[in-house]
């Protein structure tokens, strides 16, 4: 486990890049640029790079599924109980 100190605006910045990457949580972005750092250290041949954009791909899928759900939940909460 890996703990980091932000102020509140790198923190609010930090947020800001989460929900503009599609990361499900600020631990996602930041494992996500970790492990980025880690294969541009470790060489950038053809297989690093897909596994990269395939990471990108799946962090931007489960930011929209979340964004799914949550419409799910407003479209469900807005709408007119029936009356028997």
């Known amino acids: 486990m890996i ?4 102020s509140a605006e790198e923190y609010e910045s930090f ?6 990457q599609g990361a499900r949580s600020i ?8 492990q980025r750092l880690l294969v541009n250290n470790n060489g950038d041949g053809p297989d690093d790079i897909l ?3 395939v990471r990108e791909l799946d962090i ?3 930011f ?20 028997k």
């Open 3 to 6: 703990s980091i100190r932000l």
């Open 15 to 20: 947020r800001e890049l989460c929900l503009a």
């Open 27 to 34: 631990s996602d972005l930041a494992r996500y640029a970790m």
């Open 51 to 53: 596994r990269t954009r």
């Open 60 to 62: 931007k899928v489960n």
């Open 64 to 83: 929209l599924d979340q964004e799914v759900e949550r419409l799910n939940r407003l479209v469900g909460s807005a709408r007119p109980e029936v009356v």
